[in-house]
């Protein structure tokens, strides 16, 4: 058994294997399968203030190891969230990292808000800023494209959160410089990086000859990205070594199916991992890649903490 | 205890049945939860697979024990890259299950009359569903509606299955020519039926309903939703639904489903291969607050 304990910052997690939000809705469906208890942290579906219905369908199409997703940040709201959703993880025992967004910056701060004053807050490891949602005041542009709207959620997030919450920003990889929403999250506050979101996509139905989702436009995720992830951890790990971004911990996303594809996003720099679409195609995936994670790192002589950006200290020197 | 499991289950048997694969697979601990009208989610294409989204098909059929132990039974339509793959299976290939998933056909608790209504293989589950209903001392009709001949499926099963068969093709090729709804009317009024059991293409479902709904019956309706889980986790597969409340909510088919009552489902927003949120809708999208993911 390899040490897998990793330390986000402040925050120590038996092991770095968390589930991605949006793919593991708020925790019962998977807990039918395994125990939520056993993974490093339960990361829920984004919640806004409101209930929100969706998008129309269909909402998916699947592409060569991926798929398309354009769900639309459906979901119950924060007040019901909390109620039924929240209360029950604490119930049970999980360590929760509860995915938010709004439609303006002070929508994120007013869900941050009623998050941080309900009496379940307790079983909360950390808060995952979703920026990669559209910003209705700045024509629909999505916040994590734009340095300075990436910049105020973070900052009126941090302020309704207690000081020892972490703070993640999730980033989008369909930037020109992730580096650059990075340095700005950090700088107001977020105390670690999650990367990556979906990358942007349309596929076409050549039956009907018109876009195969109802919403055009979907988010694509799946083993397809994983190299684009790998990348964006990358660049920002680099650039943390280099301090032109402070340093934070990230938690890597994207395309994780296995314990080896997990090992990836640890060497390149992430310090925890969640596994998302892979979950559609194995709903034990969270563990399974747990446990094969621990077998990699066995077979390599590694601890989990050695594992992290090793592979910036091995790569060839030209 | 455990209402669901994931196992890797072993084909042995398949044949083709019309235009149709017939695949049985020992998958043990499945039959002892299951119930007629849910379904099973398979993973297509092996452990590497590049095709990573679920196929779900409705159970045909369950037996607890055997020669090989607990197995179920499907039914596919090889269209796709998934239902291609499956449909090249042979005996003693591996397949990922799980099941059972979603909410059976509810069973009358008084032995009233029922008609079980099939589009194409959409019959699958019916058979079971109607020995079910014949313990309950229910009387039971099938009508069994497709295309063209080779599109039925289960006719001969239907005869030992049901009280009474009905068979339509849009071709008149065996039959009535014709569609399940034109026939319903006569057999729910001699029977007296009080529900109406449908599984099939949505827009079979939703005139199953209204005649049901004319006629003084509920309909009771499984429905298609592609899913890319299965197991409630990713969202694809909802559809507005009222409530007991009355309110309307977008609903996912594979844990509040697939099984819905025909008069709760919100039809008019299927259109066009589209389903829209209806405005009404809880939750329903402000023009200025679309998008995300």
Known sequence: ?318 | MKDVVQVTGEVIATRRVGAYHHLTLVAPGVAELARPGQFVALAVGGDTSSTLLRRCFSLHKVSPSGAYGGTLDIVIAAKGPGTQWLSTLRAHDEVDVVAPLGRPFPIPSEPVACVLVGGGYGSAPLFWLAAVLRTKGCHVEMVLGAASEDRLFGVVEARRSADGVTVTTDDGSAGVKGWVSDVLPEIITRTHAAVVYGCGPMGMLRSITEVATAHGAVAQVAVEESMACGVGVCMTCVMPITGNDGQTRMVRSCVEGPVFRGDRVRWEAFTDGVCRVPADAVGAAKPAAQGGH
Do not use: Y
């Open chain 1, 1 to 318: 058994m390899a040490d897998l304990t990793t330390r986000l910052g402040g925050l120590t997690l038996p092991n770095p294997v968390m589930t991605a939000s949006g793919c593991a809705a708020n925790g019962r469906e998977l807990q039918r399968f395994f125990d939520l208890t056993e993974l490093g942290a339960f990361v829920t579906k984004t919640v806004m203030s409101d209930p929100r219905s969706g998008r129309p369908t269909p909402r998916m199409a699947e592409t060569p190891s991926g798929m398309l997703n354009s769900i639309g940040l459906q979901g119950p709201g924060i007040t019901a969230f909390l109620a039924k959703d929240l209360t029950w993880l604490h119930s049970i025992g999980a360590r929760v990292l509860v995915s938010i967004a709004g439609n303006t910056a002070v929508e994120f701060a007013h869900v941050a808000s009623d998050l941080a004053a309900h009496p379940a807050f307790d079983c909360v490891v950390g808060v995952e800023v979703n920026i990669s949602c559209p910003n209705v005041a700045n024509r629909g542009l999505v916040f994590a494209c734009d340095p300075a709207s990436s910049s105020k959620v973070v900052a009126l997030v941090r302020e309704e959160l207690p000081r020892d919450t972490p703070i993640f920003a999730k980033l989008t990889p369909d930037v020109t410089d992730i580096v650059a929403i990075a340095d700005a999250s950090v700088r107001s506050g977020a105390t670690g990086l999650t990367m990556i979101n979906t990358l942007l996509g349309v596929v076409i139905d050549t039956d009907r000859m018109r876009p195969q989702l109802a919403g055009i436009t979907g988010g694509l995720s799946g083993p397809a990205i994983r190299p684009v992830a790998v990348r964006a951890i990358w660049q920002c790990a680099t650039a943390m070594s280099e301090g032109r971004v402070d340093r934070v911990p990230i938690i890597g996303v994207g395309g994780v199916r296995t314990g080896e594809d997990a090992l990836e996003l640890i060497a390149a720099g992430a310090s925890a991992i969640q596994v998302g679409t892979a979950t559609f195609n194995d709903p034990h995936a969270p563990l399974r890649v747990r446990d094969q994670l621990d077998a990699a790192l066995d077979e390599r002589g590694l601890s989990l903490a050695d594992a992290v950006g090793l592979a910036h200290e091995r790569k060839v020197q030209l």
